[in-house]
């Protein structure tokens, strides 16, 4: 029926406004990210791969595309009907039906033999462990091969230098992903995945969890510090070391608070008595630049919020609201903001 058709097209043309706004938005959003897991600009040598890979496949799969839909046009063109005329007639032609099957048979093969040059290029060498990390929900544990510590959502790695990662699950199935570094590969509860590295530009890049998780999938990121290898062995070295002693009246009182509340079940500080391991490690907590997985950055005020109520700030983490006067939330924040 006509009178139908007029609303639709009016209804249409919001949605397009609608949709052309949101564009814009992500984009602007996406400029404002401090850093941004940008599948473009790879610093790492299987991201680079990949990126390379996947243009050649998006190139030769467009120029099959813009064949196919030519000789459409084409053959709609020419072959439009006009009275008392017909195209020839090849149904059962063997030249032609051998030559589009060919085509796109080599088509597939090169596509497949590009696929496993790359794959196999990202399985890697056997290189010696260096890096475990363990996916909970909703955070990443850390730790290197033969070194006494760990640490949490801040992974380094010096540069120009192949890493292999063991990658594990606590819980549920998560996915690595820092896009600019590497592909992505999942994390199975009670197997280990191997993914093999090649950080290339010193810098700061996000990695997200790309497989959903749970309540607080969109809040599981990480942070990779790719360093020079002399940075990397500085911090490397301090991480190494136990806790600092807490030299104020009211990191002192922080730190006994904490060894005598439910933190200490769950957090492990070096050099004290606090050994829990449900969640992150915390020794060197105030040398991390965010807390709670990339969530909040790591000052004095979002420490507050997250101590005082982390259920508000990550509804569903596995960390509970412990009940705490502010004082003494106070106290265990001027602790913790020395524990460099
Ligand atoms: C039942 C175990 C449990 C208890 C009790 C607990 N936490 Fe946690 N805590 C966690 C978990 C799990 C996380 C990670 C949460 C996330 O990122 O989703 C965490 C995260 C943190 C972080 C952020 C660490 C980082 O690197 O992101 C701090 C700081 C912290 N807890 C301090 C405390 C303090 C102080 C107490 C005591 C008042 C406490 N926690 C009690 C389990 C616990
Ligand atoms: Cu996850």
């Given at each position: 029926m006509t009178p139908d058709r007029a609303p639709r097209g009016h209804a249409?043309?919001?949605?397009?406004?609608?949709?052309?706004v949101l564009l814009a938005l992500t984009a602007g959003l996406a400029g404002c990210a401090q850093v941004s897991p940008n599948v473009f600009q790879t610093?790492?040598?299987?991201?680079?791969?990949?990126?390379?890979?996947?243009?050649?496949?998006?190139?030769?799969?467009?120029?099959?595309?813009?064949?196919?839909?030519?000789?459409?046009?084409?053959?709609?063109?020419?072959f439009r009907?006009?009275?008392?005329?017909?195209?020839?007639?090849v149904h059962g032609n063997t030249t032609i039906e051998v030559v589009w099957t060919a085509i796109p048979a080599v088509i597939v093969v090169v596509l497949f033999a590009l696929t496993m040059q790359t794959t196999g290029r990202l399985v890697g060498s056997a290189e010696p462990v260096q890096l475990t990390v363990t996916g909970h929900q909703w955070w990443w544990q850390v730790s290197y091969t033969g070194a006494d510590f760990e640490t949490a959502n801040e992974i380094h790695i010096p540069a120009d230098q192949t890493i292999r990662l063991d990658l594990l699950s606590a819980d549920v199935i998560h996915t690595f992903w820092c896009p600019q570094i590497a592909g992505k590969i999942q994390m199975i509860p009670g197997h280990v995945n191997r993914l093999t590295i090649l950080p290339v530009t010193p810098g700061k890049y996000l990695g997200v969890c790309a497989d959903f998780c749970?309540?607080?999938?969109?809040h599981m990121h990480f942070l990779v510090y790719?360093?020079?290898?002399?940075?990397?062995?500085?911090?490397?070295?301090?991480?190494?070391?136990?806790?600092a002693q807490p030299t104020g009246a009211q990191a002192i009182a922080g730190e006994a608070a904490m060894a005598r509340l439910p933190c200490a079940s769950c957090h492990t500080i070096r050099g004290t008595s606090m050994a829990g391991t449900f969640g992150p490690?915390?020794?060197?907590?105030?040398?991390?630049?965010?807390?709670a997985a990339v969530t909040l950055?790591?000052?004095?005020?979002?420490?507050?919020?997250?101590?005082?109520?982390?259920?508000?700030?990550?509804?569903?983490?596995?960390?509970?609201?412990?009940?705490?006067?502010?004082q003494i939330v106070s106290e265990i924040v001027a602790y913790l903001e020395e524990l460099r």
């Open positions: 249409l043309r919001p949605v397009l406004l609608r949709a052309a610093h790492g040598a299987s991201a680079h791969d990949i990126k390379v890979l996947t243009i050649t496949m998006f190139g030769i799969l467009s120029g099959v595309l813009i064949t196919v839909w030519t000789l459409l046009a084409l053959v709609l063109i020419r009907e006009r009275p008392g005329r017909e195209p020839s007639q749970g309540a607080q999938h969109a790719v360093e020079s290898p002399a940075a990397f062995s500085t911090w490397f070295h301090h991480e190494l070391t136990p806790a490690d915390l020794t060197h907590l105030a040398s991390r630049s965010t807390i950055t790591n000052t004095q005020t979002n420490l507050r919020r997250w101590i005082s109520d982390p259920q508000g700030v990550k509804p569903g983490t596995h960390m509970p609201d412990v009940p705490l006067t502010p």
